[in-house]
């Protein structure tokens, strides 16, 4: 039994996109199994229920269906995500990209319901899906997911935990955190922290934290990102 706390859980996706995994990760929750689809590292398909995430509902939500279209996406692919990937494109009710954009959302949204979950987790080499499906389906912002999972679910004493682990490790810096300082969620009042990242390549982890004055959620944001 793997308990995906939202440290453990953050640290889990980042490892799966450095190594650029591609398969299928199967969480399975008593007799419940859920199935989360990587390409090259990438969420991009997850059958993992959440509300209010179907591709009909998203599409509505962002202006791009009308209330009667939406309800018949939703008639016509009562299963939703895939089915209705291939509803929406029979019924031309939107082009391609923009279908393609709801379901990497609907991807990212059901992504950060599984943090803080526990269940049986087992990795498979194979997506379980056709290639063409596969190859039609755009990648998850997984370090837009690790920054929302993160903030929305971990507690200063989970994050606090965790970085205990890593006292006196060395972190080597990438340039890309002041270069797509909005991709990894920096805000105007933390532009001393970019500052700071932008100027050394590498700190120890105490040093980082004490510096910048980053709180533990917020060093276990930028860690595993």
Same mark, same amino acid.
Request: net charge negative; aromatic share 6%; hydrophobic share 40%.
């Given at each position: 039994?793997?308990?995906? #706390?939202?440290?453990?859980?953050?640290?889990?996706?980042?490892?799966?996109?450095?190594?650029?995994?591609s398969g299928r990760a199967e969480l399975a929750q008593g007799e419940v199994q859920r199935k989360i689809v990587f390409?090259? %590292?990438?969420?991009?398909?997850?059958?993992?229920?959440? =509300?209010?995430?179907?591709? @009909?509902?998203?599409?509505?939500?962002?202006?791009?269906?009308? =209330? #009667?279209?939406?309800?018949?996406? +939703?008639?016509?692919?009562?299963?939703? @995500?895939?089915?209705? +990937?291939?509803?929406?494109?029979?019924?031309?009710?939107?082009?391609?990209?923009?279908?393609?954009?709801?379901? +990497?959302?609907?991807?990212?949204?059901?992504?950060?319901?599984?943090?803080?979950?526990?269940? #049986?987790?087992?990795?498979?080499?194979?997506?379980?899906?056709?290639?063409?499906?596969?190859?039609?389906?755009? =990648?998850?912002?997984?370090?837009?997911?690790?920054?929302?999972?993160?903030?929305?679910?971990? @507690? =200063?004493?989970?994050? #606090?935990?965790?970085?205990?682990?890593?006292?006196?490790?060395?972190?080597?810096?990438? %340039? @890309?955190?002041?270069?797509?300082?909005?991709?990894? %969620?920096?805000?105007?009042?933390?532009?001393?922290?970019?500052?700071?990242?932008?100027?050394?390549?590498?700190?120890?982890?105490?040093?980082?934290?004490?510096?910048?004055?980053?709180?533990?959620?917020?060093?276990?944001?930028?860690?595993?990102?």
């Amino acid at each position: 039994m793997v308990a995906l #706390e939202p440290t453990s859980w953050a640290q889990l996706l980042f490892a799966l996109l450095s190594q650029r995994f591609s398969g299928r990760a199967e969480l399975a929750q008593g007799e419940v199994q859920r199935k989360i689809v990587f390409s090259g %590292g990438f969420a991009v398909w997850t059958d993992y229920e959440v =509300p209010n995430t179907g591709v @009909s509902e998203i599409l509505s939500s962002a202006g791009m269906l009308a =209330p #009667e279209e939406a309800e018949r996406l +939703r008639k016509d692919a009562p299963l939703d @995500s895939l089915d209705a +990937r291939a509803a929406a494109l029979e019924l031309k009710l939107v082009d391609l990209e923009t279908l393609s954009m709801a379901l +990497r959302d609907q991807c990212e949204q059901r992504l950060l319901a599984t943090a803080g979950v526990s269940g #049986e987790l087992t990795f498979h080499d194979e997506p379980g899906l056709e290639a063409d499906v596969l190859d039609g389906l755009t =990648p998850a912002r997984t370090l837009r997911a690790i920054n929302y999972g993160v903030r929305g679910h971990c @507690s =200063p004493t989970q994050a #606090e935990g965790a970085l205990e682990h890593l006292e006196g490790t060395d972190l080597r810096i990438s %340039g @890309s955190y002041a270069k797509y300082s909005e991709r990894f %969620g920096f805000d105007s009042g933390e532009r001393s922290t970019l500052e700071l990242l932008g100027g050394r390549p590498s700190f120890v982890l105490d040093d980082l934290m004490q510096i910048s004055g980053l709180d533990a959620v917020r060093g276990i944001q930028l860690l595993y990102t």
